[in-house]
Nanobody
Framework: QVQLVESGGGLVQAGGSLRLSCAAS????????MGWFRQAPGKEREFVAI????????KVADSVKGRFTISRDNAKNAVYLQMNSLKPEDTAVYYC???????????????WGQGTQVTVSS
């Protein structure tokens, strides 16, 4: 089992940057693929980025390609989402998630953090 806690959200102006962190505890963190998802008010949860357990494969959503970067540090039991050139449409609650199988589908993830709010003003 893996427990996840996100941090680093906040209010930022369009064009600014934020770095989200996800601290993990529990068993075998290094064996899990890690993903970032987001959910805006009234919208379904959507895929943002994923990284395999080894860090050898990453995928990001088209909407954030070139702006967001996912990374992980297994020694620190942490995964990060660097968000640059933020847009108002990036406003959402951002969630960290862990899965034994890499996937962009929320239903495939076994463990979720509580979420951290990101608000981008225009």
């Amino acid at each position: 089992q893996v427990q996840l806690v996100e941090s680093g959200g906040g209010l930022v102006q369009a064009g600014g940057s934020l770095r989200l962190s996800c601290a993990a505890s529990g068993r075998t963190f290094s064996n899990y693929a890690m993903g970032w998802f987001r959910q805006a008010p009234g919208k379904e949860r959507e895929f943002v980025a994923i990284m395999t357990s080894s860090g050898g494969l990453t995928k990001v959503a088209d909407s954030v390609k070139g702006r967001f970067t996912i990374s992980r540090d297994n020694a620190k039991n942490a995964v990060y989402l660097q968000m640059n050139s933020l847009k108002p449409e990036d406003t959402a609650v951002y969630y960290c998630a862990a899965s034994r199988v890499p996937s962009p589908t929320p239903a495939h993830y076994n463990y979720w953090g509580q979420g951290t709010q990101v608000t981008v003003s225009s």
